[in-house]
C-alpha cells in the first residue's frame, strides 16, 4: 500500500507499506523519512508501547529512569511503562498517576526527570 508519493518529477513511493503473513514491512525513501506521525502510526498499528499519543515530546527512557524534553509546549498524558512510581528527580516526591498516566502540562524546551521505582 502506498501512503505517500513525491510532489515533484520523481516517480513511485516514497512511503509504502507491505504486509507479509511473518511481518509488516516500511519503505521510506528519504533520509529521515520517518516523521513523528508515521512512527506513531507504525507503533499504534502493530499494538508497541508507546508513553505518550502524539509527537511534540523527546523521550529517552531505560527501565528506571525516564527523560523528558518538550519540543512542543502543550499537555501530554505520558503512560509509565509498567505498574511503579514515579519520582520526580528535581523534587524527589513522587508523581501521582491516574490509572499508569502522569498528566503534564510543560513548556517548549522544559525537561522533566523521573525515576520509576517498584511498587
Given at each position: 500500500?502506498?501512503?505517500?508519493?513525491f510532489?515533484?518529477?520523481?516517480?513511485?513511493?516514497?512511503?509504502?507499506?507491505?504486509?507479509?503473513?511473518?511481518?509488516?514491512?516500511?519503505?521510506?525513501?528519504?533520509?529521515?523519512?520517518?516523521?513523528?506521525?508515521?512512527?506513531?502510526?507504525?507503533?499504534?498499528?502493530?499494538?508497541?508501547?508507546?508513553?505518550?499519543?502524539?509527537?511534540?515530546?523527546?523521550?529517552?527512557?531505560?527501565?528506571?529512569?525516564?527523560?523528558?524534553?518538550?519540543?512542543?509546549?502543550?499537555?501530554?498524558?505520558?503512560?509509565?511503562?509498567?505498574?511503579?512510581?514515579?519520582?520526580?528527580?528535581?523534587?524527589?516526591?513522587?508523581?501521582?498517576?491516574?490509572?499508569?498516566?502522569?498528566?503534564?502540562?510543560?513548556?517548549?524546551?522544559?525537561?522533566?526527570?523521573f525515576?520509576?521505582?517498584?511498587?
Amino acid at each position: 500500500a502506498v501512503h505517500g508519493r513525491f510532489d515533484d518529477e520523481r516517480r513511485g513511493a516514497a512511503i509504502a507499506e507491505r504486509r507479509d503473513p511473518e511481518a509488516t514491512r516500511w519503505y521510506l525513501s528519504a533520509p529521515g523519512g520517518l516523521s513523528p506521525e508515521i512512527f506513531q502510526r507504525i507503533c499504534r498499528e502493530a499494538g508497541a508501547y508507546r508513553p505518550v499519543g502524539k509527537p511534540g515530546l523527546m523521550v529517552n527512557m531505560n527501565g528506571d529512569f525516564v527523560s523528558l524534553n518538550a519540543l512542543v509546549a502543550g499537555r501530554y498524558d505520558f503512560r509509565l511503562p509498567r505498574k511503579c512510581r514515579a519520582v520526580n528527580v528535581k523534587s524527589g516526591k513522587e508523581e501521582w498517576a491516574f490509572d499508569g498516566v502522569l498528566k503534564l502540562n510543560l513548556t517548549a524546551g522544559e525537561t522533566c526527570w523521573f525515576l520509576l521505582e517498584d511498587k
